[in-house]
DNA sequence: AAGGTTGCCAACCGCTCAGAA
DNA sequence: TTTCTGAGCGGTTGGCAACCT
């Protein structure tokens, strides 16, 4: 609408101005607008100057009134957003200080992505600003595995959107953030893996989350938990700094980094907001925890997705997880999983909370892993780590013996899920793209180990590229020796884990 | 030293909504 | 009631600087 205005009002500004020198700047650039011949791109100091001068006489608004009466040749829309954004004469200049993060975080945790109220409760300060602040900083972190709500932000949020929607689900509220919502987060590339943490000191909520809970609550190696690994290690998840099993991230200085950061980002949070997070589950990103802790006890609605994401296209998001891209946002997969296809209406099989596809992998991984128990457990000599075996592991079996539902959450098996989520090849598992992934690292790859493997834990164990726990050899991570026994200990619980699918 | 990568930030784009005509 | 317009919001992109290899 602004545009077809825009083009009207850009004959007017050129016929007025065209002989001004910004005319000849803006045109000589030839970054205008389409069809109209309004400037793009950075400010330059003089269009400040004339739109600081416009809106001190005629004050903010009517934007589109800007370029007809100072000479600017620009829209309304970027004239809003540079005095918003730069020229106020209230902003607050320079990085955010640590209350005003923790009040980001806060203001995150209850309003979601809503930069703009954010803003509003943040004086000084932009939309921009916040958005670009959370989706550098906290987001990274996110992806990182690292927490980003404090333990009093996430309950305090979860206690108040919990009465909000006794309240009244859809009263209008603040939309929950989705990422406070258990079964709604399904940001597993930063769960399992980084559930292999090694020093659970230092990360804790990777065990208690993935180690202890994705893992040893019983994901046992189907083949769609294989797929569901393998689409977890997109190419450019390894090509990154960031670790490509994050798990092993105490030694990957680009999480010592990330640690760091976030030390002085929390330090708001009091000084047991580290030693908080093996415990308070909430903390995860993703919320993964609260899927390993209780989500049982969470009110059903929180699977409902009140503001669908933008990534919420299943089928182009789908389609990308096997390229080497950036990983499906939580929320993407959330949609997926939420999204109820109808074969999961028809088949019947609804758990209790029929919370999604994560409590169907989880569901089903347990199923098999008591089918399998002897041999798996004899496999791997471990269920995943001791200190993956935590209470939030046993907090969700015991979610799921109190459910005492026979079947599939879905009524599919996990595989099945992924496949139904998966648009193009039908087959879940794009092998070469995987394939094409392993093969980024390569030259950090002992191809002896691989090669001939590890086989003390028998043919589960034996690496193979064919296989995901390939990338488990300790020479992919740069693991030094000190790391050696918990590394061990880890690769051969996950090998056990990951290899029955691809050995097959 | 050079090339590549990553993070940050400013700006743009598309969309929605509310109010006016 | 419908259409148009302005304003605002959220997501995304591109440029640049710092850092890394």
Redesign the pocket.
Known sequence: ??T??NESEDKLVVNDYMDSPSAEEATSEGNM?GGGLL?????TSAEDAILVDYVEKHGE????AVQKHSGLF?C???C???WA??LRPDLKKG?FTPDEEHRIIELHAKMG?????MAAELPGRT???I???W???IK?RQRAGLPIYPPDICLQSLDENSLSQNMGRFSGGDTPNPEFVPTNNLDIPSVEFKGLGVHQELYPPFVNISAGGFFSAGLSPTSGNSILLSKMLPAKRL????PSLPGFSAVHP?LDQYDDDFQIASKSYGASYDHDLSSSSCLLPGSHALINGNSSSLPNSWAMKLEL???QHADSQMGSWASPSPLPSLESVDTLIQTPPNEHAESGHHSPQNNGLLESILYESRALRNTKNNSCQQTSNTDVPANGADTSSQLHDADWDSCGDPNSPLGHSTASVFRECTPVSGSSLDEPQFMKTLSVKQEKVDWDSLTHGDEKDGDSCRMNISRPDFLLDSNWFGLSTDYGKDYFILRDAIGALLAEDFAS
């Open positions: 609408m602004s077809r205005t607008s400037k793009k791109g950075p400010w608004g009517n934007w589109n620009r309304g829309k970027s809003r957003l540079r954004n730069h990085s992505n809503k930069w703009a109220r939309d921009n600003e958005k670009n602040f989706n550098t900083r990274r090509r990154e700094s960031e680009a994401p933008s990534l």
